[in-house]
């Protein structure tokens, strides 16, 4: 089980030799909903409220609706595949903001607890259904941070689930794993996943859950231009799983299946358009018993909307299913078609009488009221990185008498002949967040960490010439494809996309130019994902203390247009 996470006042006491040796005395709490800085609040991240999963009424029967064959057992690819309260209807999976996760029921919302698993955190989870046919609770997969996939067996709501099979770390190649339910007809959900270039792999479902799947078949290519893809199941009525996609645009397409599990689907067709208010889409197979699935897409507000198959590979009804903004606790829905965010959805600041406060991501564009993290910060070089381990959460880093210390570990000396430090996240492929720093000269080096974030690789020179941008940030993915990227200011304010490639020697493509003016702003911050997309944004301040997010992954310019989110941020010497 994965705790702990967002506790920021006992992670930063972990600084307590740095903090005593540079004056910082750490204390209590405080906002930034509110835009004007205020005392007040707790050092843990509240919890969210606790919506029930929404009930759907009965469907009237579909003319050619499809029956239960001649044993009674659902068609295949129809079947629920987290049914957790035994109703017969899929219930909900999902992440928690803190990192737990829990099952939500239309009585309940429960922890999924786990048993013998890794204990770490789960950036994705894919429910499978009941995968050894035994009648019994569904399999579901989660994917930690470093790319690891562990099944556990039996989930519910009253018990503990014990981890069937792990895969080591062998999914960190991919950039999404999901399950469309079964392509081959043989009642098991199988396995897909997508590499950055697009490739598409099948795993087929075996029915044994020591070795739940076969090994990988590439069936598809050119699936890079989908930002979310989602396994819905059946929703054309051959019993087998099919898939819809999105494009950053909005565009949505259904992918209908073949039969042919090497060939799972055919050409896709075009159902809709403006998808792109949605934040993440997920399916919830069949839930008003007509035979056909349907999936739910929440706002960028937290509300959920439901979308009710057509049996033909449409949507033929739409609904609001919640109350509004009642869903923005969620960070991440199981199954739900976007790339997950890990690594930081959060900003600090320092107060211009060295108080250091925390805002946390509220999944709905806004950051959370202040919370005061400790006094005595004034004139500290920190730097706010991308997770550096596995436990899917930023991590401090701060240069004192030379050394660099991130999370009060001591990584070392001669960390003064740098004067620039950012960590946007994984740039050389191996899942663990890495460093960048340039040095008085101009020239920037990537600082790989290793596979437990505790230590660096041998340092690698990415260029020189750095000396021409006065600031450079980043936090998560801004093109769509899953990397992590940097964004750059020229001391002119012209504003640089240096996309990420996940290669250690050549981290970063040709830069591209965003636009001009930004000296406009003097703070700029790498958030992460602020608006539960799984997309990095930023936020930038004026000098008269106006703050603004920009939210990334948008189909044209890589960015939407800025919106305003605060105000009275002048108060802060520093945001990171």
Request: charged share 20%.
């Amino acid at each position: 089980m994965f705790s702990s996470r967002f506790n920021r006042g006992r992670r930063l006491a972990a600084c307590t030799a740095l903090a005593v040796s540079a004056g910082m005395l750490l204390a209590t709490p405080a906002s930034a909903a509110s835009p004007a800085p205020r005392p007040g609040g707790d050092k843990d991240r509240p919890a969210a409220s606790r919506p029930l999963m929404p009930s759907t009424p009965p469907a009237a029967t579909k003319a050619g609706a499809r029956a239960a064959d001649a044993e009674g057992d659902a068609p295949a690819g129809a079947g629920p595949r987290s049914d957790v309260d035994g109703d017969g209807l899929s219930d909900l999976v999902v992440r928690e903001g803190d990192g737990t996760l829990a099952f939500v029921t239309q009585t309940e919302m429960t922890e999924f607890v786990r048993a013998g698993g890794s204990g770490e955190f789960a950036k994705d989870i894919i429910p499978l259904g009941d995968q050894d046919l035994n009648g019994g609770r569904p399999e579901i997969l989660t994917l930690s941070a470093a790319g690891r996939l562990e099944m556990f067996g039996d989930a519910s709501t009253t018990g503990v689930a014990q981890r069937r099979w792990s895969s080591g770390i062998d999914f960190h190649i991919y950039n999404k794993v999901f399950s469309p339910g079964d392509v081959d007809g043989d009642r098991r959900a199988d396995l897909m996943a997508r590499t950055y270039s697009g490739d598409l792999f099948v795993f087929l479902g075996t029915g044994d859950t020591t070795t739940p799947f076969l090994g990988r078949v590439k069936v598809g290519s050119g699936w890079q231009v989908y930002d979310q893809i989602v396994g819905v199941g059946d929703n054309d009525g051959d019993g087998r799983g099919d898939v819809i996609t999105r494009t950053p645009a909005g565009d949505v397409s259904f992918h209908g299946s073949t039969g042919d599990p090497l060939k799972p689907f055919k050409d896709p067709t075009h159902i809709g358009f403006g998808w792109d208010i949605y934040n993440q889409i997920l399916p919830v197979d069949d839930q008003d018993g007509d035979g056909d699935t349907e999936v739910w897409a929440r706002w960028k507000n937290g509300t959920l909307r439901a979308y009710g198959g057509d049996g033909g590979g449409s949507y033929d009804t739409r609904e609001t299913i919640s109350e509004p903004g009642a869903w923005a606790g969620v960070s991440q829905f199981g199954g739900a078609g976007n790339m997950p965010a890990h690594g930081k959805e959060e900003m600090l600041g320092i107060d211009k009488a060295g108080s250091l406060y925390w805002y946390y991501a509220l999944n709905d564009g806004r950051l959370s009221a202040r919370q005061l993290l400790g006094t005595g910060w004034g004139g500290v070089n920190l730097t706010n990185v991308s997770s550096f381990d596995r436990n899917g959460e930023s991590d401090v880093a701060v240069i004192w008498n030379g050394h660099l210390y991130v999370e009060g570990k001591d990584f070392g000396g001669g960390w003064n002949a740098f004067n620039l430090l950012a960590g946007p996240g994984d740039l050389n492929g191996d899942a663990t967040g890495d460093l960048l720093a340039r040095d008085r000269s101009g020239n920037l080096y990537l600082y790989p960490t290793t596979l437990t974030g505790t230590a660096f690789h041998a340092r690698t020179l990415v260029s020189g010439g750095w000396q021409t941008y006065n600031w450079f940030f980043g936090a998560g993915d801004y093109t769509n494809d899953g990397r992590n990227d940097l964004l750059a200011r020229t001391t002119t304010g012209t504003l640089y996309l240096f996309p990420g490639t996940g290669s250690r020697t050549t981290p970063f493509k040709a830069r591209i130019k965003l636009g001009e003016g930004f000296n406009a702003y003097s703070k700029l911050v790498g958030t992460g994902d602020l608006t539960g997309d799984g997309k990095g944004d930023f936020v930038a301040a004026t000098p008269g203390g106006d703050l603004y997010r920009f939210d990334g992954g948008a189909a044209k310019n890589f960015f939407g247009p800025r919106v305003k989110i605060g105000y009275g941020y002048q108060t802060y010497n520093g945001l990171y």
